[in-house]
């Protein structure tokens, strides 16, 4: 059995060597990261325009939202869609009206015209749209890296060189506060 006397001895022994001081806690530094310029915060947020043109021919809508704006690629995503929806539906319906059946009289040579027409606006629209979509994505990226140029006060102070309606050279200098 276990006596009072040996749990209050252990107990002392504890604390006498648990705590044998003043025990001083360091309070801890914190090491913040050193600032970059705002040249290199915009390298690493800079857009390239032809890897945005290049993800928005290959997928609706993803080179747009690599540049910084999604929604603005969902209408050219849209008419992509709506051309190969014409494409497939155009050339299915009218290879179908031309075949010929046992019941029926042989199809006339203009069988499928207008269907053959549905079919190759909406072989031109697919890439005519990606096209849109790839300039559309490519000037997006512009765009936003001039927002960050802007935002980061990379373009501050800009030098421009203009010429008079009466033919003299002009120096002027903007400043942005």
């Not at 915009?42 to 945005?52: D, R, V």
């Not at 809508?61 to 540049?67: E, I, K, L, R």
């Not at 690629?73 to 190969?84: H, K, N, P, S, W």
Request: with cysteine; proline share 7%; hydrophobic share 45%.
């Amino acid at each position: 059995m276990i006596r009072c006397s040996h749990v209050t001895i252990v107990l002392v022994f504890g604390i006498l060597l648990g705590h044998a001081g003043e025990v001083h806690a360091q309070r801890p530094t914190i090491v913040r990261p050193p600032q970059k310029s705002p040249e290199e915060r915009y390298e690493e947020l800079k857009k390239s325009p032809l890897l945005a043109a290049t993800l928005e021919w290959i997928v609706p809508t993803v080179g747009h939202d690599y540049a910084g704006d999604r929604e603005a690629g969902m209408l050219a995503a849209r008419v992509t869609i709506a051309g190969a929806v014409l494409f497939i539906g155009g050339a299915l319906i009218g290879f179908s009206k031309c075949q010929e059946l046992p019941d029926e009289p042989p199809p006339g040579p203009n069988c499928g015209r207008a269907w053959g027409v549905v079919a190759i606006t909406g072989f031109l629209t697919v890439p005519a749209s990606r096209i849109w979509a790839s300039v559309s994505a490519w000037r997006l990226a512009n765009r936003t890296n001039a927002y960050y140029r802007r935002s980061l006060r990379l373009d501050d102070a800009d030098l421009a060189l203009s010429v008079t309606p009466a033919g003299q050279l002009g120096l002027g200098v903007s400043l942005r506060f």
